[in-house]
């Protein structure tokens, strides 16, 4: 895996009209999985829109080392599927992002896409509208969207929200394959038992402030500062 | 909440009596025998519709097998709907290409403008106006007629459309950019499909405005079935208007039933799969000789 960051922000202040955050300087390697935690409406979601070139920042910057044609990957809090297209369609999307013009192009992007659909069990769903599917099933396809574009970058908006336990793994279980590709991966999570047990480093977001830990000293920390409180 | 809505109705309704009574100057008199008026002329000159129309014409000779094929009623139907459907298609294709440049969260102010403007130039000018502009241009018959809807509907669709795209979720659009798409790939693999109910659904409603409008561009000489209204309606002949008037009535209904039908393909009444009349009298038969054997 290359040591060159994929990420690297200098400064960035992030927010709409004022700042949410103290500024961040930070890198991401490849093969890291950062997990943003933090309260509702405290800028995990402005932070990863940032970094997707949806929101402009208000200070700082921002280099991303990645393919501009589908080197990032990005899937919202509210999945951004097309309801009304099939899982198939929705998953090529991906795929298309990253095969070269060729005469085997549909090919290649239909392997691509059957191959992510199929790791995320999704296989029997495939030529179902998205809109039929339930919840979980959704976030699947979005996963696998993702999935099928293997990305050097991967940005998660809360995507493992309403999943059981079953459904949590088999998505993780995909990224991780996505991981060990050297995609890295920033998600922001709500359940600090997820972000333990996936996350290789925590970003988390409290009263302004900005804190950046690997994840064995995050977890220090705070079993340091339970116990004084 | 629901008196204000009262109100603001009654509101609007008193405004509106207010300026009807301005338009005719409170001579509400030339109302009066207004209705008898209607009995006697539809009487006397409507009823019953003279379906004549729906026989073979004199001259030409008819060469079909069946004379309905050589009736004005055929011919002109075919005609209006032939005109509707080529400048239906048409306009979707204008309309959908400029639409795309049109919607704000697709384009740029700059580009969206100017397009949107231009949109409105079109729709300015109703179908009627555009089908006199062609038969002044290139004559009288159906080119004129296909020309000028083909404008009016590109001007029209083109609104509906761009204002359907507008209104659609945020989040498949913004996935797409992350991702790299292209702009042109974002519209055919994310807005289209994402909003093919609506396309679908605006089309139908266009090809059926096109056949109903197809009878008024007619009157000025631009073809269709309106050629012969004009005709009829010259001559006095209003018992036969009455019986294209119903022609074509059913036609529109049909068209509504076929939209109907189209658009289930793509809408979420479909995800509902609701019982037949056939499935629930199966069932109660089977549950009947259940019974039957059980007793």
Known sequence: MSDTAILSLEGLIIGYDD??????????????????????????????????????????????????????????????????????????????????????????????????????????????????????????????????????????????GELDQTNVDIVLGAVQDLVKSGTAVIMVEHHEDNAKNFATRIWEIKDQRFIDLPIEEWVKYHSEKEEEE | MKYRLFGIILFLLFIAWGTLDGLVEGDWGRLEGGLSNLVVFFEESMWPPNWSVLEARSYPVCEEEVGFFCSVGYLGMMETLKIAFVSTVLGFIGAISLSSLAARNLTPLFVSIPVRVFLSAVRSLPSLIWAILFVIVIGFGPLSGVLAMTFYTVGYLGKLQYEVFEGMGNDPLEAGRAMGLSRPSIFFNIVIPENGNHLLSQLMFMFEYNVRHGTVIGIVGAGGIGYYISTYLKFLQYDKVFALLILIFIVVVLIDLLSLMVRSFVNEEGDVRKPTWLTLLMKARKRKQTSVEEA
């Open chain 1, 19 to 160: 700042p949410l955050v103290e500024p961040i300087s930070l890198e991401v390697k490849p093969g890291e999985i950062v997990a943003i935690l933090g309260p509702s409406g405290i800028g995990k979601t402005t932070l990863i829109r940032t970094i997707a070139g949806l929101v402009r920042p208000l200070g700082g910057s921002f280099e991303l080392n990645v393919e501009p044609r589908g080197g990032l990957g990005y899937i919202p809090q509210r999945l951004g599927l097309i309801r009304h297209a099939t899982v198939a369609h929705n998953v090529s999307l991906g795929a298309r992002m990253r095969v070269k013009w060729s005469l085997d192009m549909f090919k290649e992007r239909k392997e691509r896409t059957f191959e992510a659909i199929r790791t995320l069990g999704i296989e029997d769903k495939a030529s179902e509208p998205v809109r039929r599917l339930s919840g979980g099933q959704q976030r699947r396809v979005a996963t696998a969207r993702t999935l099928a574009q293997r990305p050097e970058l991967m940005l998660a908006d809360e995507f493992l």
